[in-house]
Each structure stands twice: as C-alpha cells, then as structure tokens.
C-alpha cells in the first residue's frame, strides 16, 4: 500500500543549530502537510504544499514539495527550545479512500 | 470556539473489560478519525467515518468498534480483544476528505492505560 517514511527518527541539536528532516512518498502526491505534535500535546497543522516545486516559508522553518511531488522536506534555521517536538508529514490516500497518509515523524530535541 | 473534544483525558481499563472514548466536534466536519500513538512512535489509524452512519476499518481496527450515528459524535471502544490497549488515542476531523486538501483538527487526545 501507499506509504510515508519519513527521516530521521530522531535529531538532537544544539540550540542555535539547524534541523531538516525528511519526507518521501511511494507514490505522487496531490498535496502534502506538515503538522508538528509538542510533548505531551496533539498534532497541529502547520502548513500545506500543494504546486510542484513549491517553497513556503514561516518565519524560521522553510518547507519544500519536490519537482515529482514525492518527496519534501522542512528546514528549521537557527532551532530554539520552543522547536521541540515531533514533526509529521502527510499526505492523502491516491485511492481517494479519505485517508490521510502520516509519516513515522521526526522527534527533534533541543539542548539550550 | 469551535473544536474537538476528547473524554477523558485519561482511563484505566480492567481487564476483560470494554471501555468507550468520547470524541465530539462542534467544526461541522465531514469526516471523522481516530488514531493510535505509542510512545516515540507515529499516528495508526484505527476507524474513519466520511459521513454518518458510514465508518471504514483502518489499519489497526481489530479490537475496536466505532459508530457514527451524529455528525458530531465518533465514538471509540476498546474491546477486551484488544490485548495491548495501552497508548495515546487521539481523535480528529477534517471538513471534506473527498477534496483532499483540507487539514485535520485534533482533539486533545486520551491516554488508556491498563490496570
């Protein structure tokens, strides 16, 4: 079936350092979002990419749907403590079964 | 304010016994989802429903049963077929899955833990 991987797992860094992780899918994707989950808390949605290509930016974080819309990513500039937290990609289903396809995530930690 | 509302927020299940998670929403959201979270790890979807009285199995369902019988209500039993019930349950809605653009709204989730 249809999956997410996500990479890495886990990251630690230094605050002040930056962090990327990585999101690749086995089939093409319409559209793709990235929620981030605090310790403790429940994903929240941060941002959707939709255009082939496309790069959005939020303040620090910079997001990025490749050319063949398969694969993404998300880049923290200059991580803070308040960046703590599990990232997850998703994408729908291509089946059209209304299911949201998530990443394993990416558990960032950050040592102030 | 509109959102999405899980009770409780925590629980404790015997065993042999079968315990229900609340999960209402006040966004007028189509569609509906439950998902399981272990400790480090991601979200597995358990049931969805796309409108009432409609629910799918996801990839985890044995051991839990669902309803939808109001749009703003979905349900979640944890069955005592359920032998590793233990784990965060988190709820959430989106408005029209058939569009496939929209983000889903989490509750705040609920820990079942076994006694």
């Known amino acids: 079936g249809q999956q997410v991987m996500q990479i890495p797992q886990y990251q630690h860094v230094q605050e002040g350092e930056d962090f990327t992780t990585y999101c690749n899918s086995s089939?093409?994707?319409?559209?793709i979002q990235w929620y981030k989950q605090r310790p403790g808390g429940h994903p929240v949605f941060l941002i959707q990419l939709v255009k082939s290509g496309e790069v959005k930016k939020q303040k620090r974080l910079t997001f990025q749907f490749g050319e063949a819309k398969k694969n993404s990513s998300l880049h923290i500039t200059a991580t803070q403590t308040t960046d703590v937290g599990t990232y997850f990609c998703?994408?729908?289903?291509?089946?059209?079964?209304?299911?949201?396809?998530f990443g394993q995530g990416t558990t960032l930690q950050v040592k102030p | 304010d509109g959102g999405i509302t899980q009770s409780p927020k925590y629980l404790f299940r015997k065993e042999g016994q079968n315990v229900t998670l609340s999960c209402e929403q006040n966004l007028n959201h189509d569609a509906m989802y439950w998902y399981r979270q272990d400790p480090g790890q991601g979200l597995r979807l358990i049931y969805y429903s796309q409108i009432v009285n409609d629910f799918q199995k996801g990839d985890i369902a044995e051991g839990y049963s669902v309803s939808r019988e109001k749009k703003e209500s979905f349900p979640l039993t944890v069955t005592s077929a359920q032998k590793n019930p233990t784990a965060f349950y988190l709820c959430?809605?989106?408005?029209?899955?058939?569009?496939?653009?929209?983000?889903?709204?989490f509750g705040d989730g609920t820990r079942l833990s076994i006694l």
């Open positions: 998703a994408g729908w289903s291509s089946s059209n079964t209304g299911k949201l396809i």
């Open positions: 959430a809605s989106t408005s029209d899955p058939r569009a496939r653009d929209q983000p889903q709204h």
């Open positions: 089939t093409t994707l319409s559209n």
